[in-house]
């Protein structure tokens, strides 16, 4: 209701009394926000923004088929696992019909970071191991196991530094490696791995990586790495598992998952964020030998996974994706956007990189001298804010543009977003050159 509409300060002092400041909000102007419909957002003040940032609603915000499947779903039958019911079998059918053979058994959770949790639990169980291979920068979640398995959590501010039974790779990131060809950097980061993964003598129990590292920037890895990382890690007992949360449901356009780039299969996939385009559902889904492990005995039982409602909602997602052809127009969408964002690279020396694939984009934001301008990529994401465009930054540096919208983001939205930056870079390099003037 406009009319009750309460101030920015006013809500941000409520918000303070109860929510705690670990929780952080987005943009030096936090944004009170309204409705969203498809890939726009509308704050209190019905101003309508595009969102190029949102990779949860896979679909789209608010779409009507999986708000219609929640609400049908909700209205006749809601329940647990412990009962048989269509919506689990269906649902899994259908997602497990997305996989290669081998991986077909699913394990049903509420979020990201439940799976993450469980694949671990699974991986140790399965292969009677303790250690596990992660790569710098990566995130798997927020529990316990997620925060030792991440990286980015473990290393940076409030982080206790890596556990023991941790093993920690580089990120095989090919921009700013030093090396001329991609076939290199992927040997160099290879031969770094599985140095380390020989010194282990067989204890490792899983190596976990995201097919393109979010928090690390929107980095594919190299090329050839998880070819010749994945063999060493079985050889010595372990298992492979490939954290899909980000880049998985067709996101990337020219393939369904991640691993499927690199022309890989792991063991074990974890599975969130756009699984339920909001709906809080994630899963674990592995090979019948794991799984087989993991029926030790102990019950598996969670009282929200695999829900009627869930699986409604996440049969709605799949069915969205195939019927309006939402990866291919990923495809589509992302090739135009990657190819104007490498024209804006080649017109302003502040763009590093330009990497990513189908609607997962990173753009990495440079000083002269090929340093991260951490300040500069800040400017630009407040900037297109205020121009009512949502992306994000990420990376070590928080120097790295995200990009990764709702899958409904079309090329006249990518225009849009495109056109805005070249202002907003011009604006900034004008200032900087008249900066630079007065100095001298
Ligand atoms: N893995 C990756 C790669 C993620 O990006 C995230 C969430 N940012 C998670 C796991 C955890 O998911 P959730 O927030 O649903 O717990």
New binding site residues.
Partial sequence: NETEKQTLEHQLNRRTKNISNALSLSYTEPIQMSRSAFQFMYDTDGNTILDAYNNIMQVGHCHPRVVEAGQRTMARLNTNTRYVYEELLSYSEKLLSKFPSQLNKVFFVN????A?DLAMRMAKTHTNKKKVMVLEHG????TQN?IDISHYKYNHKGGKGKMEHILQTPMPKVYGCGFESESEASAHYSDITKKQIADEEGNIAAFIA?PIV??GGQVPLAQNYLKEVYPKIRAQGGICIS?E??VGFGRLGSHFWGYEMYNVVPDMV?L??PMGNGHPI?AVVTTSEIAESFDNGMEFFSSFGGNPVSCGIGEAVLDVIEEDRLQAHAFEVGSYLKDELSALKERYKAIGDVRGSGLFLGVEIIRPNGSPDTALAQTIKNSLRENYILISTDGPYDNVLKIKPPLYFNLTNSAELINQLKIILDKTIKIDNFKQNKKK
């Fill in positions: 979020s990201g970071s439940a993450s995130y798997h979640g927020n997620g995201e979010g928090c954290d949360v980000q974890i969130g964020k994630g």
